[in-house]
């Protein structure tokens, strides 16, 4: 585990029967030792949806020990860009327009960045929540998925990264989604003309603002979208042209708003030094290796940019791994950008002739995508620190930085005091073991042990549709793998949440599915005062209020209804 920055630190800111009345059911299934008044308000939730619910509090609880830690949250210099963008100007589409408004309306509504930084906390546990409830509907027991979950928020590398000022946390939640929203669909297949059914026609709706979200998060989301929407159109028969379109209308709204919308507004368009900055990388690493291969006309155009030295000296092993060390030289970007055209020429000639060099610097950098176990110390994960470094990054003395009225968010500012701020980065720290790397840190890892999980269950099950509920990860890992700037472990953050919650799945591969029919159940709701019947794993009766006992004792892990 590598750290990317480094400065000093900077200091911080069989249950018994429950009493008459009491909503409380006897069994080992019940609800126990609930005071009257909570069980009264467990009655009022659909037992489907009290175990997911439960998951949403456990995980939110967990995450707001991270969001509270580290308030208003980590940060590293994109972030801090992401202020600048929204305070002292200009707008530039970098990174995400819609993450920065997101920021901007964080900092309007609280001063801070507190309150963006919880919502991300509040979306990711609904987002687990909402897979309880998914996978059970495929058979998968939801204590087993709740589990999964509350692991996964409490493990330093999740947790902590919910709670980063980043525009890739959002993107992984919109591709987290599609997992869950997917085995829903799926277990839907029994209802009379499902394909048309107007759950179905929810969830395609989901779908596409999901793959929406990816697009409009990650300036490679509209590749990652397509990438996903292919393998969706391959496995999900009987959706693939509602797939494909909605596929393709994201991709469509997102090049509107990006090269017509958003610069009519005045928000500027990136660099297009860092849109090609791969492409000059492998320039820069074919020119170490190769340099007879290039003409007079390519040194002279490359000379124009930074000095062959230098394309040199950024291109020798091994900086094949990172492209930042060629696009961060001195001038380099404000020079390649005025000749980008030519530079983009001139990789397309280096790739015509000598492809297994240029092939090599890709599989070189794209190794935080395929590689589980990195050979050098130079493919090593790359994690961010745990505090404020005093220079800010480098962004400290920089007048719109030192002057923003935002300074303050600069720095931490812990609910917990030091001790629970120091427990946080303890617990982070110590998960950059370098002999766990490749376990908490590697999201190549997570893809290999998603795709066999993923497959083992569908062997199973005899359905390879539900091979779709990887496609995301497929994309996403595909992507990186061909066009990736450094080893950085956000990168590949879905398959690091994906990967842990499809274990119960793993585990659940030889129980049948619920027939159709046990969804349905009804709750067991009397009406007005008088009395009412349930049916869910039993039958009971409600008084008073007319709460069917059913409805209040269901058991947490009985088979949900919709």
């Not at 609930?34 to 308000?41: E, I, K, T």
Request: glycine share 10%; charged share 15%; aromatic share 12%.
């Amino acid at each position: 585990m590598r750290i990317n920055e480094t400065a000093p630190p900077v200091q911080s800111g069989a249950a018994p029967a429950g009493p008459p009345g009491s909503g409380r059911p006897a069994g080992r299934s019940g609800v126990r030792h609930v005071p009257p008044r909570v069980g009264g308000l467990l009655a009022k939730v659909p037992p489907p949806w009290r175990l997911p619910l439960a998951t949403y509090l456990v995980c939110q609880l967990i995450l707001l020990f991270w969001w509270a830690a580290f308030y208003p949250g980590l940060m590293n210099a994109d972030s801090i860009n992401f202020v600048l963008h929204v305070t002292t100007g200009p707008w530039i589409n970098n990174a995400s327009v819609l993450y920065d408004f997101l920021v901007l309306v964080s900092l309007k509504l609280t001063g801070d960045l507190g309150l963006l930084t919880l919502a991300q906390t509040v979306a990711t546990a609904a987002a687990l929540a909402y897979t309880v409830y998914a996978f059970r509907r495929l058979g998968v027991p939801g204590r087993w998925t709740a589990i999964a979950a509350a692991v996964v928020v409490a493990l330093p590398p999740e947790g902590s990264f919910i709670i980063f000022v980043w525009k890739d946390v959002p993107f992984t939640i919109c591709a987290y989604l599609l997992v869950p929203t997917l085995a829903h669909l799926l277990s839907l297949r029994d209802l009379p003309n499902w394909r048309r059914h107007p759950r179905v026609n929810r969830l395609l709706i989901a779908i596409g603002l999901e793959l929406f979200g990816v697009c409009l998060f990650r300036q490679d989301g509209v590749v990652i979208t397509g990438l996903t929407a292919v393998g969706l159109v391959i496995l999900l028969a009987g959706f693939r042209g509602r797939l494909a379109a909605l596929a393709a209308g994201a991709i469509f709204l997102t090049f509107l708003l990006n090269l017509v919308i958003l610069p009519a507004v005045g928000i500027k368009l990136p660099s297009r030094s860092l849109l090609f900055g791969p492409a000059n990388a492998d320039i820069a690493v074919v020119y170490a290796e190769a340099p007879q291969t290039f003409t007079p006309a390519d040194l002279k155009l490359m000379a124009k940019v930074v000095p062959l030295a230098e394309w040199k000296a950024s291109g020798a092993y091994p900086r094949c791994y990172n492209s930042n060390s060629t696009t961060f030289l001195r001038n380099f970007d404000n020079n390649a950008s005025r000749e980008s055209t030519p530079l983009f020429k001139l990789w397309l000639r280096t790739l015509k002739r000598t492809p297994q060099l240029v092939i090599g610097a890709r599989i070189c950098r794209g190794s935080i995508a395929w590689l589980a176990f990195p050979g050098s110390s130079a493919a090593a994960t790359y994690d961010y620190l745990s505090y404020y470094p005093a220079n800010l990054w480098g962004w400290g003395n920089v007048p719109a930085v030192k002057y923003n009225p935002y300074r303050r968010d600069f720095s931490a500012r812990p609910l917990l005091g030091s001790f629970g701020n120091n427990t946080a980065i303890f617990l982070r720290v110590a998960s950059e073991t370098r002999q766990l790397d490749w376990l908490l840190w590697r999201g190549a890892t997570w893809s290999y042990l998603s795709y066999a999980m993923v497959v083992a269950f569908a062997l199973r099950r005899k359905n390879w549709a539900l091979l779709s509920m990887v496609a995301i990860v497929a994309g996403q890992q595909l992507m990186v793998f061909a066009d990736n700037p450094d080893q950085l472990f956000r990168y590949m953050m879905t398959a690091m949440f994906v990967g842990p919650m499809l274990i119960p799945l793993f585990l659940a591969r030889n129980r049948p599915q619920p027939a159709l029919d046990s969804f349905e159940a009804g709750h067991g709701a009397g009406a007005g005062n008088g009395t009412g019947t349930g049916t869910g794993t039993g039958t009971g009766t409600g008084t008073g209020n007319g709460i069917g006992a059913a409805a209040a004792a269901g058991t947490l892990d009985q088979a949900p209804a919709e």
